[in-house]
């Protein structure tokens, strides 16, 4: 079998980053309370998990290549 969990973990956080970024882009600033120190937290974590699902996604894809075998 098969099986890389860097596919599922990759989709994972690429799919809360994306609704963690569109809530801080989108939502107004009266109706939110997640400013710290003025800086708006779900738009920073926000990338940061879109980044890390990215690379793992990418990990996924190279390991895959790399063995010779498809995802």
């Given at each position: 079998?098969?099986?890389d969990?860097?596919?599922?973990i990759g989709?994972?956080?690429?799919?809360?980053?994306?609704?963690l970024?569109a809530?801080?882009?989108?939502?107004?600033p009266?109706?939110?309370?997640?400013?710290?120190?003025?800086?708006?937290?779900n738009i920073s974590?926000?990338?940061?998990?879109l980044?890390?699902?990215?690379?793992?996604?990418g990990?996924?894809?190279?390991g895959a290549r790399?063995k010779g075998?498809k995802?």
């Open positions: 079998m098969n099986l969990i860097r596919y599922p989709l994972l956080f690429v799919i809360v980053g994306a609704i970024t809530c801080g882009i989108f939502l107004p009266e109706t939110s309370s997640h400013l710290l120190l003025g800086m708006n937290v974590w926000g990338i940061v998990q980044a890390f699902g990215g690379i793992m996604l990990l996924a894809k190279g790399k075998g995802p």
